[in-house]
Nanobody, 117 residues
Framework: QVQLVESGGGLVQAGGSLRLSCAAS????????MGWYRQAPGKQRELVAS???????NYADSVKGRFTISRDNAKNTVYLQMNSLEPEDTAVYYC???????????WGKGTLVTVSS
C-alpha cells in the first residue's frame, strides 16, 4: 500500500511559476518510478515528467526546458518545479508511483493548476 498526497497547486498568471510536491508513504521501498501526470478538460491524462529510482528523468516535449522533476529521498517527496507557465498547462496534476515487478500504479487525488492569460 502506497499513499500519495499532492500539494502546491493554485492559480497563477502566464509566465509565472509553481512548485508541486508529492509526499509518499507506505510501502515505498517497492516503487521504481515516480512521476507527474496531468489531465486537462476534454483531454486524456498524459505523462508530464518522471524520475526513476536511479535518477533518470523524462519529460513530455511540451514541458521540456520549463519543468523540472526532482526528489528528496530523505523526505520521500517528489517535486515538480514549473516555470514559464502557459494557459495550456492548466490541468489537474496527479502524482504517480509505479511498482515495476507487478505493474501496479498508485495515484494521488490530484491538485488543480490554473494558468490565466
Amino acid at each position: 500500500q502506497v499513499q500519495l498526497v499532492e500539494s502546491g497547486g493554485g492559480l497563477v498568471q502566464a509566465g509565472g511559476s509553481l512548485r508541486l510536491s508529492c509526499a509518499a508513504s507506505g510501502s515505498i521501498f517497492s516503487i521504481n518510478v515516480m512521476g507527474w501526470y496531468r489531465q486537462a478538460p476534454g483531454k486524456q491524462r498524459e505523462l508530464v515528467a518522471s524520475i526513476t529510482s536511479g535518477g533518470s528523468r523524462n519529460y513530455a516535449d511540451s514541458v521540456k526546458g520549463r519543468f523540472t522533476i526532482s526528489r528528496d529521498n530523505a523526505k520521500n517527496t517528489v517535486y515538480l518545479q514549473m516555470n514559464s507557465l502557459e494557459p495550456e498547462d492548466t490541468a489537474v496534476y496527479y502524482c504517480n508511483a509505479h511498482r515495476g515487478w507487478d505493474g501496479i500504479d498508485y495515484w494521488g487525488k490530484g491538485t488543480l493548476v490554473t494558468v490565466s492569460s
